[in-house]
T-cell receptor
Framework: DVKVTQSSRYLVKRTGEKVFLECVQDMDHENMFWYRQDPGLGLRLIYFSYDVKMKEKGDIPEGYSVSREKKERFSLILESASTNQTSMYLC????????????FGAGSRLTVL | GDSVTQMEGPVTLSEEAFLTINCTYTATGYPSLFWYVQYPGEGLQLLLKATKADDKGSNKGFEATYRKETTSFHLEKGSVQVSDSAVYFCALRLNAGNNRKLIWGLGTSLGVNP
């Protein structure tokens, strides 16, 4: 069964901590995405990557960075976590061409105190 | 700019009721349209899609028809079940330029009572 795996389902961090959210996919997808999901705001794209070591800013990149050293792994980094980054984070992947259907992970719920 | 508008929720129905969740869009050209579903505690998964005008996507008893004249892609199901309780997202992908990104609606929460 193909899938996207997010390393942590629930995290609690303190303001100012550095936070890593890891995502791994086993479908050989070129594209990978990080979204955050907040009530009333839907899904907002933070960053995406279409190839190893390539990244592009999404709609809300401020306060975040990403790393893609291997095709299957896409990491989201919060350099100094703040309370307004408390959210559900969703990773997704897709092929570069074709229907571009996204496969999502189960999500990582981050609470910053 | 390009956008997707969904009816606001939450929507609450009784089992076996008819479901419609409205979705309209604004986009240049001829986008592809999608419905994704998010069950409680899970990530999103594709429910159905349509890539050109008048196409009908269908899956699990749900249907949606790509209507270019009304720029709509309404989701329907004839008889909902308790297991259909979830959040439903309408989305579009522009088929020109940077087509790696989807444009999302805000989601509609559906609750089905037995």
């Amino acid at each position: 069964d193909v899938k996207v795996t997010q390393s942590s389902r629930y995290l609690v961090k303190r303001t100012g901590e550095k936070v890593f959210l890891e995502c791994v996919q086993d479908m050989d997808h070129e594209n990978m995405f990080w979204y955050r999901q907040d009530p009333g705001l839907g899904l907002r794209l933070i960053y995406f990557s279409y190839d190893v070591k390539m990244k592009e800013k999404g709609d809300i990149p401020e306060g975040y960075s990403v790393s893609r050293e291997k095709k299957e792994r896409f990491s989201l980094i919060l350099e100094s976590a703040s309370t307004n980054q408390t959210s559900m984070y969703l990773c997704a992947s897709s092929y570069l061409s074709g229907a571009n259907v996204l496969t999502f992970g189960a999500g990582s719920r981050l609470t910053v105190l | 700019g390009d956008s997707v508008t969904q009816m606001e929720g939450p929507v609450t129905l009784s089992e076996e009721a008819f479901l419609t969740i409205n979705c309209t869009y604004t986009a240049t050209g001829y986008p592809s349209l999608f419905w994704y579903v998010q069950y409680p505690g899970e990530g999103l998964q594709l429910l159905l899609k349509a890539t050109k005008a008048d196409d009908k996507g269908s899956n699990k008893g749900f249907e949606a028809t790509y209507r270019k004249e009304t720029t709509s892609f309404h989701l329907e199901k004839g008889s909902v079940q308790v297991s259909d309780s979830a959040v439903y997202f309408c989305a579009l992908r522009l088929n020109a330029g940077n087509n790696r990104k989807l444009i999302w609606g805000l989601g509609t929460s559906l609750g089905v009572n037995p």
